[in-house]
């Protein structure tokens, strides 16, 4: 069973996953931008403006799945000592922190023919803004220290505490009064956004997952080689 986490084995079957992944997400983020741009109705109040949704939903979604998934591998890290999973939790990072930074930037621009306003000390605002710093925090515990062992460590608390944020950031419109509005996709509850609005956002959600997804195993493929060069087995 061991054979598969050989590094030689994993980028054989990476590199076969990144060509498969890259024309899907082609061919998804292709029919996702005709569906938001051109299929999808202007909204009666903001207009065209409306459109940044189909950027700025799927971003933010990505950005606190992956920090959620980082934080739990990051607890098993820390109590089953497990390598591999100490480089899918580093792999993960800069995608999610990519997504974070997209989120903010477009609702920033969202929120100026919606607010009047570039920025707003917004509770839902400034916890995404405080999900980047410790998005930021996580990548930069693995260039302060050479040891390893400690910037594993440092790293898995970092994700493990700033996990307490990401509840914050789902419920913060719920409780306290904010300019973002509620939820309009809920999964429990009874769903508000039209069904030509939803689709075009479920597609874009999917190629963005794919996006995320395909710098995932470039950034893991790059980590195999560094285990390969320096002459390990195995992870």
């Known amino acids: 069973m061991f054979k598969y986490l050989k590094p030689n084995n994993l980028l054989k079957i990476i590199n076969k996953t990144q060509k498969y992944v890259f024309i899907i997400f082609l061919v998804i983020i292709s029919i996702g931008l005709v569906e938001a741009l051109i299929l999808s109705p202007e909204d009666y109040k903001q207009s065209d403006s409306v459109r940044i949704m189909y950027v700025h939903v799927p971003a933010a979604w990505i950005s606190l799945g992956i920090f959620s998934l980082i934080a739990v591998l990051s607890f098993g890290i820390l109590v089953f000592k497990n390598k591999n999973l100490s480089l899918i939790t580093k792999s993960l990072a800069p995608s999610g922190f990519v997504f974070n930074v997209i989120a903010l930037v477009t609702g920033s621009i969202w929120g100026k023919p919606?607010?009047?306003?570039?920025?707003?000390?917004?509770?839902?605002?400034?916890?995404?803004?405080?999900?980047?710093?410790?998005?930021?925090?996580?990548?930069?515990?693995?260039?302060?220290?050479?040891?390893?062992?400690?910037?594993?460590?440092?790293?898995?608390?970092?994700?493990?505490?700033?996990?307490?944020?990401?509840?914050?950031?789902?419920?913060?419109?719920?409780?306290?009064?904010?300019?973002?509005?509620?939820?309009?996709?809920?999964?429990?509850?009874?769903?508000?956004?039209?069904?030509?609005?939803?689709?075009?956002?479920?597609?874009?959600?999917?190629?963005?997952?794919?996006?995320?997804?395909?710098?995932?195993?470039?950034?893991?493929?790059?980590e195999l080689i560094k285990i390969k060069n320096k002459g390990l087995d195995r992870l």
């Open 114 to 222: 919606t607010w009047g306003t570039w920025w707003a000390w917004d509770a839902r605002i400034t916890s995404m803004l405080l999900l980047a710093f410790f998005y930021l925090m996580f990548l930069l515990s693995w260039r302060v220290t050479d040891n390893e062992e400690k910037a594993v460590k440092i790293s898995s608390y970092i994700a493990i505490i700033g996990l307490i944020n990401v509840p914050i950031i789902k419920f913060s419109v719920e409780w306290w009064s904010t300019l973002h509005q509620p939820s309009s996709v809920n999964i429990f509850t009874e769903t508000s956004i039209h069904a030509s609005m939803l689709l075009p956002l479920g597609i874009m959600t999917a190629a963005f997952a794919l996006f995320s997804l395909l710098i995932f195993l470039m950034k893991y493929n790059t």
